[in-house]
């Protein structure tokens, strides 16, 4: 019954290095999201894409960059990773209107 | 721009007592609220909106133009609603603004 996948529940990385997060949804949406969750931050919008290799920044897009290849898939790529980026990550998607289904969430700690 | 304040960082309750959680915003158009809600261990998950005007597990929540509110209320708690809440606010291309969060404790 998973609707929108992420690839990977808990990930560790060093400081550097390029970090990809997966997120894959089934429900044929138009729109997909990425957040970060952090205690006393609540969650903040990094990027976001309403259509295949469309791609908007969101209020926190600095030291990121998404991919969307395919309706289905959006990347989320760290390109240097750094100690100030462990945080959950949150991938949702929706339809033209309506709320969010998001996935579980992928855990990123940067030693 | 669109913010959405949740002025609450925890909100300790005893079971079957009242619960209101407190949600403001800020938005120039008409805005679409909404509550999310996350379990511990699981994830976040949509709980309600306000143009359904339809109660969830018992919870309500009405959007006040006037005041800029969209409170989420509840009259008797239970153990079962300890959980994080987070109010939201959608503008323009379905974009999401999240509050900070409210944990509710509900105390047996």
């Known amino acids: 019954d998973v609707k929108v996948t992420q690839s990977s529940r808990y990930l560790v990385k060093r400081t550097g290095e390029k970090v990809f997060l997966e997120c894959v949804q089934d429900?044929?949406?138009?729109?997909m999201f990425w957040y970060r969750q952090d205690p006393g931050l609540g969650l903040r919008l990094i990027y976001f894409?309403?259509?295949?290799?469309?791609?908007e920044k969101g209020d926190i897009p600095e030291g990121y960059s998404v991919s969307r290849e395919k309706k289905e898939r959006f990347s989320l790529i760290l390109e240097s990773a750094s100690t100030n980026q462990t945080s959950m990550y949150l991938c949702a998607s929706s339809p033209g209107t309506g709320g969010y289904t998001f996935g579980s969430g992928t855990r990123l700690t940067v030693v | 721009a669109q913010r959405v304040t949740q002025p609450e960082k925890l909100l300790s309750v005893f079971k079957g007592a009242p619960v209101e959680l407190k949600c403001n915003y800020s938005y120039s158009g008409s805005p679409e609220l909404f509550w999310y809600v996350q379990y511990s261990r699981q994830r976040l998950q949509l709980l309600l909106r306000h143009i359904s005007r339809e109660s969830i597990k018992g919870f309500t929540a009405d959007l006040n133009k006037g005041e800029t509110s969209f409170h989420l209320k509840k009259p008797f708690a239970q153990e079962e609603d300890s959980a994080m809440y987070y109010c939201a606010l959608s503008g323009g291309y379905q974009k999401v603004t999240f509050g900070t969060g409210t944990k509710l404790q509900v105390i047996p």
């Open positions: 429900m044929d949406h138009e729109n």
């Open positions: 894409s309403y259509d295949v290799k469309m791609k």
